[in-house]
């Protein structure tokens, strides 16, 4: 009895180990052949790949360690399969949202995107939800149910850079004096935050009596705030004599 405990004991382990080595091995592989396909790499492949390997390891001890027919396991996760699956209906419903956006390649790892009103860089998509870096700092889980389901903005790298300041010129005043005034503050203001190699810009609106409507528009480094940069926009534009309003 002790020889055949010790003998099971040692199969099982044989078993976790082999287990491991070939999990490990499989991960690696199936990234080298997602960068090859180029298809989008998130954890998510890497997890399902896992999964169905200790799922057949299970089904190997079960033979050798524990005598229990592989077939009557199946049969019985079947039946259970259905009662558990009722209780993890957001679960699952997260899981083929998650598969849904990885194959379709709505978004994939490195994308910026906008939704909900909040902007982030897509970090990973794992079996159950969405993890986004926000530029205003901090992390954003979304779960991938929500996400399929929810419009979202796909930003360039321009538009992920962008901010912008809106204000007013007093009627009357000078718009060739008003745009080198602006464009002289704003590019010494922004010069701690700029992106390699841009200017900032003036876009004129509507004109009306109380004045002329203008959009100031920045493209800052994606390890800048936004709000630090609308910030230091603000103050600069704040002490220009045509100014009428600023409007952050």
């Given at each position: 009895?002790?020889?055949e405990?010790?003998?099971?004991?040692?199969?099982?382990?044989?078993?976790v180990?082999?287990?491991l080595?070939?999990q490990?091995?499989?991960?690696?592989?199936l990234r080298r052949v997602?960068?090859?396909?180029g298809?989008?790499?998130?954890?998510?492949f890497?997890?399902i790949?896992?999964?169905?390997?200790?799922?057949l390891a299970?089904?190997l001890?079960l033979?050798?360690?524990?005598?229990?027919?592989?077939t009557?396991?199946?049969?019985?996760l079947?039946?259970?399969?259905?009662?558990?699956?009722?209780g993890?209906q957001?679960?699952?419903?997260?899981?083929?949202?998650?598969?849904?956006?990885?194959?379709?390649k709505?978004?994939k790892?490195g994308?910026?995107?906008?939704?909900?009103?909040?902007v982030?860089?897509?970090q990973?998509?794992?079996?159950?939800?969405?993890?986004?870096?926000?530029?205003?700092g901090?992390?954003e889980i979304?779960?991938?149910s929500?996400?399929?389901?929810?419009?979202?903005?796909?930003?360039?790298?321009?538009?992920?850079?962008?901010v912008?300041?809106?204000?007013?010129?007093?009627?009357?005043?000078?718009?060739?004096?008003?745009?080198?005034?602006?464009?002289?503050?704003?590019?010494?203001?922004?010069?701690?935050?700029?992106a390699?190699g841009?200017?900032p810009?003036?876009?004129?609106?509507?004109?009306?009596?109380f004045?002329?409507h203008?959009?100031?528009?920045a493209?800052?480094?994606?390890?800048v705030?936004?709000?630090?940069?609308?910030?230091?926009?603000?103050?600069?534009l704040?002490?220009?004599?045509?100014?009428?309003?600023?409007?952050?």
């Amino acid at each position: 009895m002790d020889q055949e405990l010790v003998r099971k004991s040692v199969m099982l382990a044989v078993m976790v180990l082999m287990t491991l080595i070939v999990q490990h091995v499989a991960s690696r592989a199936l990234r080298r052949v997602l960068d090859v396909g180029g298809v989008p790499q998130a954890t998510i492949f890497v997890n399902i790949v896992k999964a169905l390997i200790w799922f057949l390891a299970v089904l190997l001890v079960l033979q050798s360690v524990f005598d229990i027919a592989p077939t009557s396991f199946v049969t019985a996760l079947g039946v259970t399969s259905i009662i558990i699956s009722i209780g993890m209906q957001d679960t699952i419903s997260n899981l083929m949202g998650g598969l849904s956006l990885m194959m379709s390649k709505v978004i994939k790892v490195g994308d910026v995107i906008a939704v909900n009103g909040k902007v982030g860089t897509v970090q990973d998509i794992t079996w159950r939800s969405t993890v986004l870096s926000l530029r205003e700092g901090g992390t954003e889980i979304v779960p991938n149910s929500v996400l399929s389901k929810t419009a979202l903005t796909k930003l360039t790298e321009a538009a992920a850079q962008a901010v912008s300041v809106d204000f007013h010129v007093r009627a009357g005043c000078d718009t060739a004096e008003v745009e080198r005034d602006a464009l002289r503050v704003l590019a010494a203001a922004l010069e701690p935050y700029a992106a390699e190699g841009t200017e900032p810009l003036l876009r004129f609106g509507t004109i009306d009596a109380f004045g002329a409507h203008i959009t100031a528009v920045a493209f800052v480094r994606t390890d800048v705030f936004p709000a630090v940069a609308v910030d230091a926009m603000s103050r600069a534009l704040a002490s220009m004599p045509w100014l009428a309003s600023a409007i952050p």
